[in-house]
């Protein structure tokens, strides 16, 4: 039997082949579940259905996590469509290109209110809405982090902020939902070079660093993300609860 077999997912965040939300798809697909994808306007909508389509999903829908009624459309055709919903994935983040290159002190309230919406309010907006499908199905939900949340990482500014506001939900919503049966973790990756890396400034030093230090000496890449979704969104992980699972060779633990 396969690990996800029966199971409906429903991923968010998927803007092209190298989003991590995609490995993500790919690791479910793998495993027998069966997929719903948005993507973020008409631009993205090119990129993401024909990506979509090739798993076999037959929901593909446009959402703005910033527009409310683009959200309840969402959630109102999964409802009709499946009943219910086993799985939620978050990979999303957005942040304005100045903020993630000026010094911090410099970020402005509008930067800060955007960056705090679309990444971290945008997994409680989710969550408050895909409970409901889940009651009685023992639902999961995994959204993606970075360790800029926990310690200072040059140029990620405002978004480490909006990452530990993300966090802080991961064990907010973990208790509201938890007598439900519903689980929600998130997943703290290590850098890898996406459409969403590209925004930072001097990514690349960020993977140079990581490969020189971690203790496996070397990069992760998002087919190891999509693993260890697999394991939270799984049975294998039917303990596991609040919790944000470092997946970047070893490098948070490391002092010197
Ligand atoms: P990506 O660019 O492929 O994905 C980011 C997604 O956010 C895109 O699909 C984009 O459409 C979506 N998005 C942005 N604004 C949105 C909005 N208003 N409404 C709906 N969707 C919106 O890049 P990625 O690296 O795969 O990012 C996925 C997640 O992983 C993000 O939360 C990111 O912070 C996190 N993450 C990335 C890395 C990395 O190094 N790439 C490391 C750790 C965590």
Redo the contacts with the bound molecule.
């Keep these: 039997m396969q690990l996800l077999e029966g199971k409906k997912a429903a991923i968010?965040?998927?803007?092209?082949e190298?989003?991590?939300?995609?490995a993500i798809a790919e690791a479910f697909h793998s495993e027998g579940a069966e997929l719903a994808f948005?993507?973020?306007?008409e631009v993205?909508e090119k990129r993401v259905r024909p990506l979509a389509e090739s798993v076999g999903s037959k929901i593909i829908l446009p959402?703005?996590?910033?527009k409310d009624e683009e959200v309840e459309k969402v959630f109102a055709d999964l409802r009709e469509t499946w009943g219910g919903l086993d799985i939620l994935i978050h990979?999303?983040?957005?942040a304005n290109k100045e903020d993630l290159a000026n010094p911090y002190v410099q970020t402005s309230r509008a930067g800060f209110h955007l960056a705090m919406d679309?990444?971290a309010y945008?997994l409680i907006a989710l969550a408050q809405r895909a409970a409901p499908l889940m009651e009685g199905r023992g639902g999961a939900m995994v959204?993606?982090?970075?360790m800029g949340s926990e310690r200072v990482v040059p140029n990620y500014n405002v978004?480490g902020v909006a990452?530990a506001a993300l966090e802080a939900s991961v064990r907010y919503l973990a208790h509201d939902l938890g007598p439900k049966g519903i689980r929600v973790n998130a997943i703290?990756?290590?850098?890898?070079?996406?459409?969403?890396?590209a925004g930072i400034s001097d990514f690349k030093a960020m993977l140079h660093h990581v490969a020189e230090r971690a203790p496996l000496k070397r990069n992760i890449d998002?087919e190891e993300v999509g693993k260890t979704a697999l394991y939270l969104c799984s049975d294998w992980g039917s303990a596991v609860t609040g919790e944000v699972l470092h997946v970047d060779a070893g490098y948070n633990i490391m002092g010197m």
């Design positions: 968010f965040g998927v803007a092209n190298r989003s991590i939300a995609w948005t993507y973020a306007g993205l959402c703005d996590v910033t990979a999303i983040a957005f679309v990444s945008s959204t993606l982090t970075y978004m990452k703290s990756a290590g850098p890898i070079r996406t459409l969403a890396a998002a």
